[in-house]
């Protein structure tokens, strides 16, 4: 991914692209105010948690990379309105070898996530908020924190899950 050249009339994608840039590629952590405010917030949609903040998401990044030390993100495109909110489509690969990350021991599995972060800028070009959207499902069965689609362990989760689902309908029909 290369940096668009700097200039006065900078799109909203282009900022996103040297965000993603700096913090993805280069790993630049060290100065978390060139991308966030104190009151910027990402909501990780698929975690079910927001992080706010420019230290709070330095430190989630630093923690990302710890846990998948060879992260890779390729943005496939970006759409944005001209008026400081972008859409960035993206890939991510990586093996899950590292440190632990959100709880999670790493499994040495390697992962591909497909995503999308949807992004407002402030009048400074710095990320105001940004709801991302992830695979969490695929994720978690790459990771083996859940299993195969498909597998038998898979058809028994299902299973058991109806049977649970259909038990207690059976229950609230009874009291009703």
Known sequence: MSTPPATSTRTPSDVAREVFHAIFDERDLS?????????????FVALGK????????????RELFAGFPD?????????????????VQWTARATFDGAPWQGIEPTGSKVTVRGVDVISLDPDGKVDQNTVYYDATGFARQIGMLPREGSTADRAVVAAFNLTTKAKKRLRSRRS
């Open 71 to 87: 992260w890779t993100l390729e943005i496939e495109q970006t759409i944005d309105d001209g008026d400081g909110r972008v859409v």
């Open 50 to 61: 927001s992080v706010r903040g420019k230290d709070a998401l330095a430190g989630f990044f």
């Open 31 to 43: 100065d978390p105010s060139r991308y966030w405010t104190d009151e910027s917030v990402d909501h």
